[in-house]
């Protein structure tokens, strides 16, 4: 038996440890080189581990959740020439299968059950009693009482024995004052089914935080803990901005993506940023010094199956809006997919977050660290709005954007949040 110790290799740039996210396979499985052995989580991104020879797994080292350093040993296998062998062992025990040949003779002993025909006969006779114990509402009681046809049919159907109640009426007629009084009180209504609002749950069900959603919690509560927010809030006519992407989608070549308006968020922010440079970059508490980038990459939050993800368009100042759209559509479709690219995943120096339809009125969206400003997005919708002295109905759209305190001026998150609504409010000026 020759065991092969597979230890966890170097999987990107400065990672020295990953988490183990999902297995694979299981202690005994038999596995061929390149198969799929291990889900690892870095700082950086998910990443799948192959088998890397043949063999049959001895042991895993590290259960879901459990950190494992980079070179330690993450899963055992038997790879030696024994393991042809173990079709031998298997053969043994198939020779040794001649000896339970003994049982085989066993069919004949369904025989015995033949008498069971008479069974049936028997379980009748059990059936037959039980629909005799089983009446809801006795008919001698049900009888015996004074109750209109009206009452006598609620409490038929209510499943509740009359017998049991007294009667207010003259001579204890019973009423449906005296249903509604019984069914308030202590009473039991017989046979009824339970309400779904009266049957009470008690179950505790306990979630592991792992993988992505435990890089999330650390990284929403550094975020939150390190960076004092200031949130601003404000609504956009987009009429206009509706009517050019409109225009632009209708006619637009098969080659081209269809426009939504987060590209046109995204060609605007990149217009402006040079004129709000403290809001685009980073600042790293621990050398206190602000990194501010020339180049706008734009983080895109996006929802997937694993969780919270934020893919990046890179170098969107240089981009016109057909690319800005179309590597959006890429980079947010690799995200759900799972296929993102390192690069891809890393990088950004301001992130729009945006829930589409859902996206409600307001939100107190949380910096993504080490960034310094977030944006969010929420659906545009018709409102009646007063313009030159006439209620008009115009498409509104709310924004909800959040600033670190520390580097950013609560009159300079402002100015931005303005710039942008001019730019969206007259989209000609995006394109000038």
């Known amino acids: ?52 020879t043949d063999g049959v797994v001895v042991s895993l080292n590290g259960e879901v959740g459990d950190m494992i350093a980079v070179g ?65 509402i006795p008919k001698s009681s049900i009888g015996s009482v004074l109750a209109s046809p009206a009452v006598r049919r609620r409490a038929r159907e209510s499943g509740i024995d009359l017998g049991l109640l007294n009667g207010s009426g003259p001579a204890g007629r019973i009423r449906h004052a005296d249903i509604d009084a019984f069914v308030a009180g202590s009473g039991t209504v017989m046979g009824a089914p339970p309400s779904a ?18 890089k999330i919690s650390e990284q929403m509560v550094k975020s939150a803990f390190s960076i ?11 009429t206009e901005l509706e009517a050019l992407r409109q225009a632009l989608n209708s006619s637009r070549s098969e080659d081209l993506p269809k426009l939504t308006y987060l590209p046109f968020i995204m060609m605007a922010l990149a217009k402006i ?24 990459h734009l983080g895109i939050a996006t929802q997937t199956d694993r969780g919270l993800y934020v893919p990046v368009v890179k170098n969107v100042e240089a981009m016109d809006i057909w690319q800005a759209a179309s590597d959006l559509i890429r ?33 107190t969206p949380i910096i993504n660290h080490p960034e310094m400003a977030i944006l969010g997005v929420h659906k545009a ?8 002295g006439q209620i008009v109905v115009r498409r509104i759209m709310n924004l909800s954007s959040s600033f670190d305190h520390r580097v950013i001026d609560g009159a300079d998150g402002a100015r931005l949040v303005q710039h942008l609504k001019r730019m969206l409010e007259h989209p000609a000026m995006i394109f000038m």
């Open 72 to 136: 330690s040993v993450l899963i055992e296998f038997d790879t030696g020439s024994e393991g042809t062998s173990t079709p031998k062992s298997m053969e043994d025990v198939s020779d040794e299968q001649p000896k339970p040949e003994p049982p085989k003779p066993e069919p004949p002993k369904p025989e015995p059950p033949k008498p069971e025909p008479p069974k049936p006969e028997k379980a009748p006779a059990k059936l037959t009693p039980a629909p005799q114990t089983a009446p809801v």
């Open 1 to 52: 038996m020759a065991n092969y110790e597979f230890k966890l290799p170097d999987i990107g740039e400065g990672v020295v440890e990953g988490e183990v996210v999902s297995w694979h396979v299981s202690v005994g499985d038999t596995v061929s080189e390149d198969d799929p052995v291990v889900d690892v989580m870095t700082d950086k991104a998910t990443v799948t581990i192959p088998s890397p």
């Open 228 to 238: 004092p927010h200031f949130s601003y809030f404000e609504e956009v006519d987009v």
């Open 273 to 296: 940023m040079p004129e709000h440079p403290e809001c685009n970059g980073h600042f790293y508490d621990g050398d206190g010094v602000v990194h501010r980038h020339e180049a706008v």
């Open 197 to 214: 609002y009266s049957m009470k749950r008690s179950a505790v069900n306990e979630v592991k935080i792992v993988g992505l959603r435990r």
């Open 381 to 388: 919708r018709e409102m009646p709005v007063v313009m030159n």
């Open 331 to 363: 980079v947010s479709g690799d995200a759900r997919a799972g296929t993102s690219s390192l690069d891809d995943l890393t990088g950004s120096t301001f992130t729009i977050t945006s829930l589409g339809r859902d996206g409600g009125l307001g939100a």
